[in-house]
């Protein structure tokens, strides 16, 4: 990614680099895509001084080199080594040792309508604080806000986000393309004070923020960092914003209660589901055996053919036929002979695909349950998405999450698999690869339905991406390939039987037609309170527009997109989440997705109907802890969607 002309020379001092790089977490980008160099700004209203005051000497020996990865007249490269000891000179400081910024937020000017008017950010921390009004909020309270617009206001101001990030994170996902379309929509409503948008700014307080150890990110601390005197906020628009949120949330809750009601009648209606002789809660009587297949295996595997074109870039970026250098690794789980246990022959294989900055320890508990009954379990690790490339995103190594060419590599990963067991002798007559079922989380849940088939559908995509409006957290990541051009619509691969789909995203992706389309068992798994892939628009919908005969829809109420995500002791977790953002007790939904997922696959792979009955109401009502609720259906139809979203709330 190029760096603008001028800012670099050969001859800059590492003093001289440092303030620039440090300038830049408020005007330009940290880090680069893949040349290890510094992209920095120099806009000297957005300076956050407090932060230029640092102690140089961690940063003595820094070897600044010309290097033949980047350009040779804009851009110089940091030795890796010293990657990590410039972050800690930048931001592991004291910041009780640093001088306050030049510049930030005094007055704040609120707009509602014809109205304008100007409240210190003094009287919006005693507010807060105290609750009290002082100077001019208790005119603006008195006369142009409800009641419930200003609890609303201080509920806002005071919410802190607990993530446990660093200042450099969070920079790098401000310049990732997810965190530009943000900040350009927030920018929207937080402007400057002469009316600009406030999105450079924002970036910059949003920075300084999260370095403030005391108080952290939440918004008032955000408007405290503002780096200018005066900043804009359009109330009109935010409370619109804010009424958008509530009428999803409230429908989102309709459609729950509907499909909650539905699963209930239909177990009234159903007998009690008898455990005496099968339990698929409990472990099987196989032990389990766990290797890991590594790069060299699947060299030269061939794949569904599919090339991806960027119009804009006038060519080729993607054609996906041989596999080269992916460093694709794959856990393989099996299930192991004894003297009283001898694993069937041609096994039915599982494979797991892991969403978007995880890995393939995450599902290992699900891979474990099904190996133990007598699966054949593969766990690739996608290394296009995984946390190795949300770590380099975190470390400027790059620029995005994931790139558009992912949304092909994903599916072609499981076929390149699913070729590479099926022509090795240690495997060939031990798993059966014509018999083959898919989980997927999130990303993963679009990579199981566009390996089973599902088209995808481009050009409603492009009409669907309208950024500036959408409250779907997904759309950023599915609109990744707006304007682009794919040469197949279809990664199927036809040796995919059935899949189970968890937090799944590609409403706008697929679309209506291409859901229709599905023809093999199908397991929607939502979460009603997942704000990343929300429940309505991805996955009740989406349901809705299924037509193939074997369908179920997995209600967890109150559970999250994290829910679902283990993360082993031995895993090396990117972000650590608080409790409050994974929600109930995750080993609830552990346990219910290992006992569903069995009963999924042993009837739709094994064709064993003697567990169809663990996929009733009846039982699902059975398995259910009060802390976490649990709702199933098999006919949902758009009909029934918009009668629940029609009732008042």
């Known amino acids: 990614m190029p760096v603008p002309p001028g800012l670099f020379s050969s001859a800059l001092s590492v003093r001289r680099c440092l303030r620039r790089w440090i300038a830049g977490v408020a005007g330009q980008q940290v880090g680069n895509s893949g040349a290890r160099g510094l992209r920095v700004g120099r806009s000297p209203q957005f300076l956050p001084a407090h932060l230029l005051a640092q102690n140089q000497k961690g940063a003595r020996g820094l070897r600044v080199e010309r290097s033949p990865q980047c350009h040779p007249r804009h851009r110089i490269c940091i030795n890796k080594r010293w990657r990590r000891a410039l972050l800690a000179s930048a931001f592991a400081l004291p910041l009780a040792l640093v001088a306050p910024p030049l510049r930030a937020a005094e007055r704040v000017l609120v707009s509602l309508g014809p109205f304008e008017r100007s409240i210190s950010v003094r009287a919006l921390r005693i507010y807060v604080e105290e609750g009290r009004y002082t100077e001019n909020l208790r005119v603006y309270a008195r006369h142009y806000a409800t009641e419930e617009q200003l609890q609303q206001l201080e509920q806002l101001l005071k919410t802190r986000l607990e993530l446990n990030l660093t ?26 004070g002469s009316n600009l948008s406030g999105k450079r700014a924002l970036r910059s307080a949003l920075v300084l923020a999260a370095a ?31 009424s958008s949120i509530e009428r999803l949330v409230n429908q989102t809750k309709q459609a729950i209660d509907a499909i909650a009601l539905i699963s209930e009648d239909n177990a009234r209606l159903e007998p009690v589901v008898s455990t005496s002789q099968i339990n698929p809660v409990r472990p099987g009587r196989y032990t389990v055996s766990l290797q890991t297949l590594t790069q060299e295996q699947f060299r030269g595997c061939l794949s ?31 299930p192991v002979a004894d003297r009283q246990n001898q694993p069937p022959n041609a096994m039915p294989l599982v494979v797991i695909s892991h969403g978007l900055g995880s890995n393939r320890l995450t599902f290992s508990y699900i891979a474990q349950h099904l190996a133990s009954y007598g699966f054949a379990v ?24 994931t790139e558009p060419a992912e949304f092909v590599q994903r599916p072609q990963d499981i076929t390149c698999l699913l070729n590479t067991l099926e022509r090795d002798p240690r495997f060939k007559n031990l798993i059966d690869t014509d018999q083959v079922g898919v989980v997927g989380q999130s990303l993963g849940g679009y990579t199981a339905f566009a390996i089973a088939g599902t088209p995808i559908d481009l050009s409603r995509l492009n009409q ?6 959408t409250l779907n957290l997904s759309l950023l990541l599915q609109c990744r390939l707006q304007n682009w051009v794919l040469d197949s619509n279809n990664l199927r691969d036809p040796r995919v039987k059935a899949i189970i789909a968890i937090n799944t995203l590609g409403s706008s992706l697929f679309g209506e037609e291409g859901y229709a389309a599905l023809d093999v068992p199908t397991l929607i798994v939502s979460s009603g309170a997942d704000t990343v892939t929300p429940a309505l628009p991805e996955q009740i919908t989406p349901f809705t527009w299924l037509t193939t005969p074997h369908r179920y829809l997995l209600l967890l109420q109150n559970a999250t997109h994290f829910s679902a995500i283990d993360v082993p002791a031995e895993d090396n977790v990117a972000v650590n989440l608080p409790p409050e953002v994974v929600g109930p007790d995750p080993a609830i939904a552990h346990y ?18 003697t567990y169809r009955p663990f996929l009733s109401a009846r039982y699902i009502e059975q398995l259910q802890d009060d802390q976490l609720p649990l709702s199933i259906v098999e006919r949902f139809t758009p009909d029934q969607l918009a009668q629940a979203n029609a009732r008042k709330p």
């Open 592 to 609: 219910y997705l290992r006992t569903v997922s069995l009963a999924f696959f042993q009837t739709y792979l094994n064709q064993d109907d």
């Open 212 to 242: 403030d150890g005391e108080n952290g990110l939440t918004p008032l601390n955000v408007l405290e960092h503002f780096p200018v005197d005066t900043m804009r906020i359009d109330l009109t628009r935010a409370f619109s914003i804010i």
């Open 304 to 334: 569904t053919p599919a090339s991806l074109y960027s119009p804009a870039d006038h060519g080729l970026v993607y054609t996906g036929r041989r596999f080269g250098n992916r460093p694709l690794e794959v856990d393989l789980y099996l």
């Open 167 to 192: 200042p450099w994170a969070v920079s790098q996902f401000l310049y990732s393309d997810q965190g530009e379309l943000l900040l350009q929509r927030l920018g929207e409503v937080v402007r400057t």
């Open 378 to 401: 593969a766990v690739p690790e996608h290394p296009g998405s995984n946390t190795k490339r949300l770590e380099d995103l975190i470390d400027g190594i790059v620029r995005n999450e």
């Open 464 to 469: 669907e991406c309208r950024l500036d409006e």
